[in-house]
């Protein structure tokens, strides 16, 4: 019985039938590394990121890093201007009283310096890894149709959020100027003197510097969310290459197949994890600044909302609120919570799309435990070991592995921040009482012992 069984199947697998649903594959479309990225990369030489030439042609040759092109003399002046920025920032807060929130804009700028810098050495190694992935692609090519549309439909959503999260900010900063002026007096000066004090406390208004000024904060915006749209694309085609040696074993459960398709998918697996090591040996920085950024500001806003509340309206100068502007006095409100929303449902996003390369990685273990003891042979065996022995998955610098645990250790952080914060600010304001300091220091060690288990 096991022999017919076993014979049923390997005619199966090497039938004229089969063969040719294989040249049919052949004959489709296949999608490329540089074909998915092409739009996410394009969108990041906007803002001054990715600074390689060469990204419309198909051809993985033609991708190069030159520094004397007008990509990275453009980044390279963004991230003076970026610098000039922080460097303001961190003079005002130097002669202010600090706080955390006096500390967002120093972090922001910072973060988007660094971030500038590391996309910069990204690129010097980008044309490389587009090779390396290119002939992998030769020898076992994608074929998942949906993957160009994912990315692209994903670089269409997150711009769209980004440009109206820019937009209310907008609105918020006119509003709280209106706050001291009415809407009828507001001019560009007064607007932008308010919403960068950190620049016009020490260098007089013009027209040019303000101008310069909108546009560098504008820059830092989108590429604070571009780090994290970069990491769910890239994450899309790794997951996708992943999930295509799936395909092949699960319509293979249980089979019996002879011992040449398992050594030809376990190589197909291996290539595939060794894409997602190269991949993250070069853009494991970008996916650490990525979850640093999202974990300090969504700490941040969960404070300021958890101790003011949502602000409905701007006060003025007076201390009295102003109920007139586009929104009826709630822009503050309407962008406070609007960019509360869009940073958790984008810091949530990124570890779950970015988890999912780690996820399909160990799914071929079911396929490869239900294999038939008669077809079971030393490459079974091998492809177990390899899947079970090996943590396949994207990291922050090898700090840390991006699976779908990560996500409920993150919000323990969190939590555990907000009760430390709360317990600090509690304790400046109001005394309190031993027993509420310990049942405080006790809910706070408990977390973080929950937090370094593994």
Known sequence: MGQKGFKKNLSFWISPSSNKVHVAKAKRTTTTFLKALRLTVIIGQVFSLLPVVGVFSNDARNIRFVKTSWKCVYSFLSLCGQIFISVLCIKKMAHSTVSLNGTSPVIFYMTTCVTMILFFKVAQRWPLLVQQITVSEEINPNFDVNLNRKCNFTCAVVLTLSSLEHILSLLSAVAGAAACYSYDDITYQIFVTHFYPWVFTYLPYSPYLGILTQFIHFQSTFIWNFSDLFVICVSYYLTSRLEQVNKKLLAAQGKYLPETFWRTTREDYCRATQTVRKVDDVISSVVFISFANNLFFVCLQLFNTLEDGLKSSANNCNGKTKKSGPLGGHEAATYFLFSLVYLL?????????????????????????????????????????????????????????VTRGLLLTVAGTIVTYELVMFQFNTTSTIPLSNNTNLKLANMTSTMMTTLAAP
Do not use: M, W
């Open 345 to 401: 449902s984008r810091s949530v996003a990124v570890s779950l799309i970015a988890s999912q390369v780690n996820t399909a990685s160990i799914v071929p273990a079911p396929v490869l435990y239900d294999v038939p003891s008669p077809v079971y042979c030393v490459e079974v065996q091998r492809f177990l070991d390899q899947v079970n022995g090996d943590k396949v998955a994207l990291s922050g610098l090898q700090f840390f592995l």
